[in-house]
């Protein structure tokens, strides 16, 4: 499988555990639901932008979203938020509880963040 073809299939197994829809993505993302179905079909691949906004999305790495074909499954994703720091654990959770504008607000805050630029 090449990186696309592993995206696709991650994207997908990642909405479908999450049960996220893909207009939840888009918005957060600030893509057209078009552009995302396109992901989900393997049609085209989001810009690196777009990636890392999707991982974010997910709590998981970018690395993670192309670099396995392994399937994702619930012990890969409880494994990978039990290597969080609780401090993580705790954003991740506030961030996932929070609506859609205070996730846009917070994102836009930490990339904001000069660390975040590097």
Same mark, same amino acid.
């Given at each position: 499988?090449?990186?696309?073809? /592993? ?17 939840? @993505? ?16 393997? /049609?085209?691949? &989001? ?6 906004? /999707? ?28 290597? @969080?720091? &609780? ?19 917070? @994102?836009?805050? @930490?990339?904001?963040? &000069?660390?975040?630029?590097?």
């Amino acid at each position: 499988m090449n990186d696309r073809e /592993i995206f696709r299939k991650n994207l997908n197994d990642f909405l479908s555990y999450s049960g996220k829809k893909q207009k939840d @993505l888009a918005e957060f993302v600030g893509a057209k639901t078009t552009t995302v179905s396109g992901w989900t079909r393997g /049609i085209s691949y &989001p810009r690196a932008d777009a990636m890392e906004k /999707i991982a974010l999305f997910f709590g998981v790495s970018t690395s993670r979203l192309v670099g396995s074909s392994e399937s994702v499954s619930s012990p890969v994703l409880r494994s990978s938020y039990n290597e @969080l720091t &609780p401090e993580e654990q705790r954003l991740l959770d506030a961030f996932r509880a929070a609506d859609d504008r205070a996730r846009a607000d917070a @994102l836009a805050t @930490l990339l904001q963040h &000069p660390a975040a630029k590097k």
